[in-house]
């Protein structure tokens, strides 16, 4: 089970942290919602929860609730800049379809 991060993505994370001023890392999971089922959810952790489970990629801790963790696993995150626009990127493996706006999947 992994949760891996790409270069771009941890230095893009490290940085935000370092402007909020606190943190100790990503939340990164998945919620029901969307015409597919499924959307991730990111946010940035200031506190551990006892239920989660950690990885760390270079050098940025990614925290993830046991719930998530099945549909998830194997992702590598990745940030990326496209014209005007920037934003995460999700290299999921357990996708199965996603839908036609992209903001959520089924597995």
Known sequence: M???LTE?????ISRYIDRRGNGIG???????TGCSGLAYKLE????????????ESHGVKV???PK???Y???TELDFAREGL???????????????????????
Request: negative net charge; charged residues 25%; glycine residues 8%.
């Open 72 to 74: 998830i696993d194997g």
């Open 85 to 107: 626009n920037e934003g995460f990127k999700f290299h999921n493996p357990n996708v199965k379809d996603e839908c036609g706006c992209g903001e959520s999947f089924t597995i």
């Open 8 to 12: 771009k993505a941890a230095k893009h």
């Open 26 to 32: 990503l939340r990164f999971g998945v919620r029901t």
């Open 2 to 4: 992994a949760i891996t």
């Open 44 to 55: 940035y952790v200031d506190q551990m929860e006892a239920e989660d489970i950690v990885f």
């Open 63 to 65: 925290f993830v609730d």
């Open 68 to 70: 998530s963790l099945s």
